[in-house]
């Protein structure tokens, strides 16, 4: 491969790289492109530092990944520039909410969720609001051959609403009953059903496909009967082990696979505004991975 001037540095031993020595206004050359993928088939997630971005740049560079998809009723989230597919992640400073504050892929409750998500930090809070990531083949690895065999005859039912609710998402302690009954109202019906463990198309690795808020419970389960072996696997997703955690400074842009990593966006900037941008391209599903007769 031609030098392109890129640096790749890993930031833990499974999770996370930042890559350095590229200008993202430029378009992408593909010998560029084929390091930034391969960086992120290695490591789930890539950041870059020093970027002075318009939506319409950052939009150019995420479409070179996939196509940028619209999604015009998951959330509170609106276009910007006239550009509907980047999308604001805004918490003013009094906002109860903060948005991704719990271990998750980014629109898991769909049958076809995001590929790459693209965020750039626009205001950032002067401390906290980081954004952790952890490595879902990590998880899926460090698991027993027992549980891994028990995983793989499993698949989880992904709920949109949950995202909204002070009961399963421990994260969002400042919203009310009556906000999760409106979210479950305006979100009715959108949840997706997906395999626990799946195969990375590109990669090849297993993955464990579980977040501990969007899975509601396992397929033809209770929610009750699930949630023990959930909460172990929320434990095991949050091992710092199999996490990094990315401090954003202005000009910072992360990207990040959501076949092979779950990310959480802190919540430990209460009183200040923060504002990111989030466009989201498709590209090839999680394969089926083998089950056992
Ligand atoms: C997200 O969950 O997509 C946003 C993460 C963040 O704001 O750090």
Redesign the pocket.
């Known amino acids: 491969m031609k030098n392109t001037g890129i640096t790749v540095c890993p930031l833990s031993a499974y999770t996370g790289a930042e890559i350095s020595g590229i200008d993202l206004r430029e378009p992408l050359e593909e010998e560029a492109y084929l390091e930034i993928r391969q960086a992120i088939n290695d490591w789930g997630a890539v950041f870059f530092r020093d970027q002075v971005l318009t939506p319409a740049q950052q939009l150019a560079f995420a479409r070179k990944f996939g196509k940028s998809e619209e999604d015009t009723h998951v959330s509170n989230m609106t276009g910007v520039d006239g550009l509907p597919e980047v999308k604001e ?1 805004l918490r003013e400073a009094g906002d109860a909410r903060n ?2 504050g719990f271990w ?1 892929m ?1 629109q898991s409750f769909y049958d076809l969720p995001s590929c790459f ?1 693209v ?1 750039y930090g626009r205001e950032l809070p002067p401390i906290g609001g980081d ?1 952790m990531f952890s490595h879902l083949s990590a998880a899926h690895d460090s698991l027993s051959p027992g549980l891994q065999r028990t995983l793989e005859r499993l698949s989880g039912v992904h709920v949109r609403a949950h995202a909204d609710s002070s009961e399963i998402n421990s994260a969002a302690s400042g919203l009310s009953f009556d906000y999760y009954v409106e979210s479950c109202k305006r979100f009715a019906g959108i949840e997706a059903t997906h395999p626990i463990i799946a195969r990375h198309p590109e990669t090849g690795r297993k993955v464990l496909y579980f977040s501990p808020v969007y899975t509601d419970r396992f397929e033809g389960w209770t929610r009750d009967e699930s949630l023990p072996l959930m909460k172990y696997l929320t434990g095991v997703l949050g091992k710092p082990e199999h996490t990094c955690r990315f401090r954003w400074e202005q000009g910072s842009m992360a990207m990040w696979d959501n076949r092979a990593v779950v ?1 959480y ?1 802190l919540d430990d900037y209460g009183g200040h505004r923060r504002l ?1 941008h ?1 466009v989201t391209v498709d590209g090839p599903w999680l394969e089926q991975s083998e089950k056992e007769s």
Request: a neutral charge; zero cysteines.
């Open positions: 992640v948005i991704g998750h980014d998500s965020l954004t990310h966006a990111m989030r």
